[in-house]
């Protein structure tokens, strides 16, 4: 995945999403805590339990600098190879993280957004790891 434009705002927090309901659900596919977009190429593994056909993919983004808001991306594809099903892949993999768009939930300029549930292919970067406490807390 390539990320266009120059303005990272520090950094911050991205994930990766399919949604197969024509964007109502997001489940997140790969989370990078800490240090995203400071890179512009991103690699990722497409899990082989994905659902084939029709799929909107999404890249949000909540930055470490500036307003609060949440950024996001998406993107019509066609998956093919999985061996998924709908229900199993809404199931297994957690919803994506939203904040900053009126819903309760608020990130904190210059604090890192730690996802509570990334997901199973996470990345760490900006001094974040494994053990770090998901922040903010939002229900």
């Known amino acids: 995945?390539?990320?266009?434009?120059?303005?990272?705002?520090s950094g911050g927090s991205c994930q990766l999403s399919l949604s197969y309901d024509k964007g109502k659900t997001f489940k997140v596919i790969k989370s990078?805590?800490?240090?995203?977009?400071?890179?512009?190429?991103?690699?990722?593994?497409?899990?082989?339990?994905?659902?084939n056909g029709d799929a909107l993919f999404a890249w949000s983004w909540f930055n470490l600098v500036g307003n609060r808001e949440m950024y996001m991306n998406c993107a019509n594809v066609e998956i093919s190879g999985g061996s998924g099903s709908k229900e199993s892949f809404g199931n297994d993999y957690p919803d994506m993280f939203v904040a900053n768009v009126g819903n309760g939930c608020?990130?904190?300029?210059?604090?890192?957004?730690?996802f509570?549930?990334?997901?199973?292919?996470?990345?760490?970067?900006?001094?974040?790891?494994?053990?770090?406490p998901p922040f903010p807390k939002c229900s």
């Not at 608020?106 to 730690?114: A, D, R």
Request: include cysteine; charge should be negative.
């Open 1 to 9: 995945m390539t990320v266009a434009g120059a303005a990272t705002h």
């Open 32 to 51: 990078m805590v800490g240090g995203c977009p400071l890179d512009f190429k991103y690699d990722f593994t497409m899990p082989s339990d994905v659902v």
């Open 106 to 114: 608020s990130t904190v300029e210059g604090k890192h957004t730690v």
């Open 116 to 132: 509570a549930h990334p997901g199973k292919q996470v990345t760490y970067a900006g001094g974040l790891d494994a053990s770090s």
